[in-house]
């Protein structure tokens, strides 16, 4: 069963390394979704897929905390309100 997350990633993380990490990283779990830039130099991510795949997710954005400048990730489930059209984006 597939489920959306909704993650605040906090830190000076709207560099274009980060997000093409994140999405590159989305696209090999198989994931869908947008990365969009929040306030504060933070991004907010929407990601849906299979658990263990989103397990994967946010525990890799853990691993490359101290690389990227994250200071904090804020993950919480989130009812799927658009269709993500089976892609992980980056909206800028």
């Known amino acids: ?3 959306c997350l909704k993650i605040l990633v906090v830190g000076k ?5 980060f997000k ?11 994931l869908e979704g947008i990365l969009q830039n ?3 130099q933070n991004v907010v991510i929407f ?5 263990s795949d989103l397990d994967v997710f946010v525990d890799d954005l ?7 400048k994250i ?8 009812t ?7 892609v992980f984006r980056i909206i800028e």
């Open 1 to 3: 069963m597939k489920k």
């Open 13 to 17: 993380v709207q560099d274009p390394t």
């Open 20 to 30: 093409v990490h994140v999405q590159k990283n989305a696209g090999q779990l198989g």
């Open 38 to 40: 929040g306030e504060d």
């Open 47 to 51: 990601v849906r897929g299979g658990n």
């Open 62 to 68: 853990y691993k490359d905390a101290p690389k990227h």
């Open 71 to 78: 200071q904090n990730i804020i993950s919480e489930p989130f």
């Open 80 to 86: 799927q309100e658009k269709e993500f059209r089976g």
